[in-house]
T-cell receptor, first 114, second 116 residues
Framework: DAGITQSPRHKVTETGTPVTLRCHQTENHRYMYWYRQDPGHGLRLIHYSYGVKDTDKGEVSDGYSVSRSKTEDFLLTLESATSSQTSVYFC?????????????FGPGTRLTVT | AQKVTQAQTEISVVEKEDVTLDCVYETRDTTYYLFWYKQPPSGELVFLIRRNSFDEQNEISGRYSWNFQKSTSSFNFTITASQVVDSAVYFCALTPGSGGSYIPTFGRGTSLIVHP
């Protein structure tokens, strides 16, 4: 199994508070991604990173920011959490240099915004 | 832009039945990669298989088989003699092989329920 961890695994927070989710990998993969998964919507890309300090927006980036200061860590921040951001968040990694491209996912973080 | 369609939202079968999950894709890229992922009730997402656009060979792995047909832009997944443990949501995905972003497009998933 790919070494990907997410923390916290569960979090309940109040509307308006900032929240940071962490993704940590031990595979030295170049690409890292944050998705949210909601019923009826499948997986939706929030942000992704193609290297240290290189990030870009996905399809549902509003209200989220990311940072990647080290290859192994990719942080997702909800600047001011809203109830619509209640979701399960998955981090994923992939590597293109080996010609693989498949994604390996972390265990997910269940976030509830009350 | 890419698009992946999994028209079957939910499939319900009885154990030992064969079942095929459909995946149809759209892309303008000549090089691309197709994937299947499994998400069991426990929630983790597991990579199952990758297929390159230049390799149309079908693949079999135990009870699982995948049929890739460029002529119909389909990458279907068949489970033979289904088991209760196959119950999961299955996602099909496509990643472009050029452009540098390697951003996958996922289908919305097919929920497979296998009854004992």
């Amino acid at each position: 199994d790919a070494g990907i961890t997410q923390s916290p695994r569960h979090k309940v927070t109040e509307t308006g508070t900032p929240v940071t989710l962490r993704c940590h990998q031990t595979e030295n993969h170049r690409y890292m991604y944050w998705y949210r998964q909601d019923p009826g919507h499948g997986l939706r890309l929030i942000h992704y990173s193609y290297g240290v300090k290189d990030t870009d927006k996905g399809e549902v980036s509003d209200g989220y920011s990311v940072s990647r200061s080290k290859t192994e860590d990719f942080l997702l921040t909800l600047e001011s959490a809203t109830s619509s951001q209640t979701s399960v968040y998955f981090c994923a990694i992939s590597e293109s240099t080996t010609g693989s491209y498949e994604q390996y996912f972390g265990p997910g973080t269940r976030l509830t915004v009350t | 832009a890419q698009k992946v369609t999994q028209a079957q939202t939910e499939i319900s079968v009885v154990e030992k039945e064969d079942v095929t999950l459909d995946c149809v894709y759209e892309t303008r890229d000549t090089t691309y990669y197709l994937f299947w992922y499994k998400q069991p009730p426990s929630g983790e997402l597991v990579f199952l298989i990758r297929r390159n656009s230049f390799d149309e060979q079908n693949e079999i792995s135990g009870r699982y088989s995948w049929n890739f047909q460029k002529s119909t832009s389909s990458f279907n997944f068949t489970i033979t003699a289904s088991q209760v443990v196959d119950s999961a949501v299955y996602f099909c995905a496509l990643t472009p092989g050029s452009g540098g972003s390697y951003i996958p497009t996922f289908g919305r998933g097919t929920s497979l329920i296998v009854h004992p």
